[in-house]
């Protein structure tokens, strides 16, 4: 057993398993979670690094599957969170199931900060650990037909700002936000966005890059960080720049059919 505990969600593939990579790389001991059986094959391809591994499949976007991601952990003192879960949803808001917004809603928002309420209360007491949570910088830009997406991570790029200035007296405990851009995931897939712009967009950063850069913040004790230059430089504009404006440009980018224009 190592002497460091990780607790790393969304680690199937993507952002999250290679965070989960680099802290399996890092001698941590790491509890990985998804809400879905892939979570197993990543939790097999994990053990290569020597630590221990434990695959946790559960729903994020329900108390009970947070719950259950807690118990698993046995008591153990978490060292590192990595609450990476989240989910995507493309097309209009109007064209939306309230089941599909709402899984959106619970698992980037609900989850997260029930998971944080459950995790970060015995890091302060002891004023030590670490969390890393992945926002975007989505949440700088008003996400037409993408609207309920980007707006959970204004919640998160908010909420984790307030959080740390109410936690800032644990000077021992970092809490990083996390903003990448559009990554190569199967996040555009899975938020059936695959026929727009910016879904087959072959620029995309490379969740190694993005995963590297939250490590690092996150191990320096950054408050946040956006990853790459060009997401930097957006977020930067967003602030600038006519709310309307930054909707119309995202309609482009996310629109249904702009793959074809």
Known sequence: MADKFAIITGASTGIGFELATLAAKNGYDILIVANEALINDAGADLKQFGTGVQAVEADLSTIEGVDTLIAAAAGRRIDLLCANAGHGLGHGFLDQSVKDWRFVVDTNITGTIYLLQQVLPAMVARNDGKVLVTGSVAGYIPGAF????????????????????????????????????????????????????????????????????????????????????????????????????????????????????
């Not at 199967?186 to 938020?191: K, L, S």
């Open 146 to 261: 993408q609207a309920v997406y980007n707006g959970t991570k204004a919640f998160i790029d908010s909420f984790t700002e307030a959080l740390r200035n109410e936690i800032k007296d644990a000077d021992g405990v970092t809490l990083t936000t996390l903003m990448p851009g559009p990554v190569d995931t199967e996040f555009f897939d899975r938020g059936g966005m695959n026929d727009t712009s910016v879904g087959t967009d072959p620029n995309k950063s490379d969740p190694v890059d993005v995963a590297k850069d939250g490590w690092d913040a996150v191990m320096a004790g950054k408050p946040s960080i956006f990853s790459g230059w060009k997401t930097k430089l957006q977020g930067v504009l967003a602030n600038v720049t006519p709310g309307s404006v930054l909707a119309e440009q995202h309609r482009k980018m996310a629109e249904p059919g702009t793959a074809d224009q």
